[in-house]
DNA sequence: GGTAATGGCTAACGGATGTTAGTGTAAAGC
DNA sequence: GCTTTACACTAACATCCGTTAGCCATTACC
């Protein structure tokens, strides 16, 4: 039963960091600061994880799965390009809104990934956003979008608009994260702009 | 004609540090890093500037100066609510655009700031801010914007779009500043959606 | 031509960094 | 009851950090 348990403390260890990381970016965040929150010595830390690096892997690739996991859901459905991008949009939020901690730390520092692993990312997140790029693409085709709109330029500003959420998302507010992702993807899509409007 | 003579190296110097705290963000760039980029040994940069964190002021404070002075033009203009929120994207886009690197290190690295001028840095913030946040209510009061959307949420979203520009726009391709400040606030303004579409 | 300023150097400081080695101890499993 | 496992400790390492002190060469100014 060692890996079960493991878990329970190699977890709280993680996510603490990941509560470190957050506040403090990864790389002014020192081991000791991170015993400190823990209540323990920096060296008791490696009795848990390998190395920093290491926490920060697990915390990157953990949530690129969760958003690829969500992402796929929404590909298996049979409905318009506008809805499968309303749905992608709130897939997303949904994903990081579970851990809005892990989000931010996923989204500002996983540049502090050495060599290997920050290239694996980074095909991870290209995929990721081409994939968000087609469904921008049919529905160009299909004539529910502008066919004038720059396509990359429309997904970067989608994008853009998630990952910073979880910089000012308050979750204990009046506005849940299925509120947000409706009114982000209405409007991204509609536009703040009445559609009667001039 | 000290000071004069001074700035040329100096700002060559903060210059070299922008691109540094860019790629590896600040924390994990050291004087020695800076220094090589300059050809020069780490103790030599403190003929130029009195810290490390001084030149991260310099960058976050020169860049908010630009930010404040082109809304303040758009302000003053006698426009719809609307166009003035257009030509706050395009100036915003504009001031960003001039200097990509130095816009980069503002908004991801200014949490490095300390104490007080970390204060006094996200007081400036909150008040531009606020002023794009008073645009969009003057576009709700007119009627030229939807009734029902959350401010909060919409200059959030916003700023997101706009401020992660760095990030991915690259100045060598074929799209320019101007394109992109006109391309954003439509999408933003109006939506990815045909007016005439369902 | 003397003087001041500019921009660089070497040497060194005190302290922080990630990490390893080796040890102890209380609980869990057979 | 013995052994393993989980989890903590102390001590220490080599290295890197920002920064200071003091010195030297070249250029600009009166």
Request: some cysteine; proline content about 2%.
């Amino acid at each position: 039963m060692e890996a079960v348990m493991n878990l329970s403390r190699k977890e709280q260890v993680i996510r603490k960091a990941a509560e470190l990381f957050r506040e403090k970016g990864y790389a002014a965040s020192s081991m000791r600061d991170l015993a400190q929150k823990l209540g323990i010595e920096a060296a008791s830390l490696y009795s848990h994880i390998k190395s920093k690096e290491e926490i920060l892997r697990s915390l990157c690739f953990d949530m690129a799965a969760e958003f690829r996991k969500s992402l796929e859901e929404v590909e298996r459905q049979n409905v318009s390009a506008s809805e499968k991008l309303r749905l992608g949009i709130i897939g997303h939020i949904g994903v990081m809104a579970k851990d809005l901690t892990a989000s931010a730390v996923f989204m500002n520092e996983h540049r502090h990934l050495s060599g290997p692993y920050l290239r694996d990312f980074l095909l991870l997140r290209i995929n990721y956003i081409n994939r968000f790029k087609a469904i921008i693409e049919e529905g160009t085709k299909s004539g529910e979008f502008k066919e004038n709109i720059d396509t990359k330029l429309s997904v970067m500003t989608l994008f853009s608009s998630l990952n910073w959420m979880p910089q000012w998302y308050n979750p204990d507010g009046k506005i849940d994260s299925i509120n947000i992702g409706q009114q982000l993807s209405d409007m991204l899509v509609n536009g703040l702009k009445k559609q009667n409007a001039q």
